[in-house]
């Protein structure tokens, strides 16, 4: 493995650093300041389509999508967008600002991969110009979602119409002013083979029957403006057309899904980490207790180096995956995807309420970035799967694989 950024990747880099440092830090607060508004929840920040212009116009925009997606992608690899994804992780709505946002990501690139050139015109061009938003539709409150084939939403054919009947909640982005889309997992036959029961289709969010029922909220934050939902599908009725890939292909185009999802999360979270990391050491290299600096303590110097060991550790994981993605494709690379899954989200909770620790009571406060960074990184413990679902799946791959060389 040669982790080496290529000259793109170093060029994207500086470029992205260059403009976050002029535009996105400067106005970190204020955005996060206006979406503490309850009346601003729903809203976004003003200036926010100018910021996105300017990413665009600047070449950094869509960077997500590797070259596999021909015609769509700006022709970063996985291993490229990683150090890119990390710097947008830095601040919390900074992936918005450049078109690398999720669920749209993965919205974006089951269209890519798995839609049929009406739908790529109807939805597919207009996230990829960030003219609209989307949402994903999968989990439910009823089941346990962790396992997809649980999902007990209805998707009936009716003639040239299919009619959709369910509950879904943690509908990330449905809260979305500009949310007009949402791809739903359901059941299309409730009698086929288990992993062949499920079907993906596309609403557009104003179909009479979908029916926000209420936000939900992460740790007491709303996650403005993207937020999660708690939707009814009411006898919702779309044309057979909106079908994705063809009946019972859900579970598989899940599983395509949710593989990139999943490891940029996991680079975000590095960057969350290690901005975390940096405040921490800016601030015990001010602040003061006892008549002694909270640097020169062997407690705190212990914190900051355990965090820097776990964060690098974390960081040569997440390469690793998106190198294994990038040379021998997503399946390939499942056990080190839900490996780095694992170890992300727990390592960045840890560094993360160290930092609040440090911090004392502004740490839990609004005044710096660190307990959003911790609500976020919490919740991702759960998102695209729980640990422990991960944990069973790489016990269970790693005792066959590593029994087989014993024989």
């Not at 918005?96 to 993965?106: A, I, L, R, S, Y």
């Not at 209420?214 to 999660?228: N, T």
């Not at 909270?294 to 965090?307: K, V």
């Not at 990184?377 to 944990?391: F, I, M, N, S, T």
Request: net charge neutral.
């Amino acid at each position: 493995m040669n982790f080496d950024y290529s000259e793109a990747s170093i060029e994207k880099q500086k470029q992205l650093s260059d403009f976050m440092a002029e535009y996105i830090y400067p106005i970190e607060q204020e955005v996060l300041s206006f979406s503490y508004e309850a009346q601003n929840r729903w809203q976004y920040w003003p200036g926010m389509e100018e910021l996105k212009a300017k990413a665009k116009a600047a070449g950094l925009w869509n960077l997500f999508l590797p070259p596999a997606y021909e015609g769509y992608s700006p022709g970063l690899t996985n291993l490229e967008y990683a150090p890119l994804a990390e710097q947008m992780g830095r601040v919390l709505f900074a992936s918005e600002v450049f078109n690398c946002n999720p669920p749209d990501t993965g919205n974006m690139e089951v269209l890519a991969k798995y839609s049929s050139p009406v739908q790529k015109e109807q939805w597919l061009k207009p996230l990829l110009e960030g003219t609209i938003r989307s949402c994903f539709l999968m989990t439910e409150p009823d089941v346990a979602s962790s396992d997809a084939t649980n999902v007990q939403t209805s998707i009936q054919k009716e003639g040239d119409e299919y009619v959709i009947n369910g509950k879904k909640w943690w509908s990330s982005g449905a809260m979305n002013p500009h949310c007009k889309v949402a791809i739903v997992m359901g059941k299309t036959d409730f009698q086929a083979e288990r992993h062949l029961q499920q079907s993906m289709i596309l609403v557009p969010m104003d179909t009479p029957g979908l029916k926000i029922v209420r936000p939900l909220s992460v740790l007491g934050y709303y996650d403005s403006p993207e937020g999660h939902a708690e939707i009814i599908l009411d006898n919702v009725r779309v044309p057979k057309e909106n079908l994705l890939l063809g009946e019972g292909r859900g579970f598989e185009i899940a599983q395509g899904r949710l593989g990139p999802g999943r490891i940029h999360h996991c680079m975000r979270l590095i960057g969350m980490a290690q901005r975390s990391l940096e405040l921490m050491c800016q601030r015990v290299s001010t602040r003061s207790t006892f008549g002694r600096k909270l640097q020169d303590y062997s407690s705190i110097r212990q914190e900051i180096a355990y965090s820097r060991c776990e964060i690098e550790q974390a960081r040569l994981l997440t390469l690793a995956a998106a190198d294994k993605m990038d040379k021998e494709g997503n399946k390939a690379a499942k056990d080190l995807i839900a490996m780095i899954k694992i170890v992300a989200p727990q390592m960045a909770c840890k560094v993360i309420d160290r930092a609040m620790q440090i911090y004392g009571g502004m740490g839990v406060g609004a005044d710096v970035p660190l307990a959003r960074f911790y609500s976020a990184a919490r919740a991702l413990r759960l998102a695209d799967g729980p640990d422990e679902v991960h944990l069973y799946q790489l016990g269970r791959n790693t005792i066959k694989q590593l029994s087989k060389q014993q024989s």
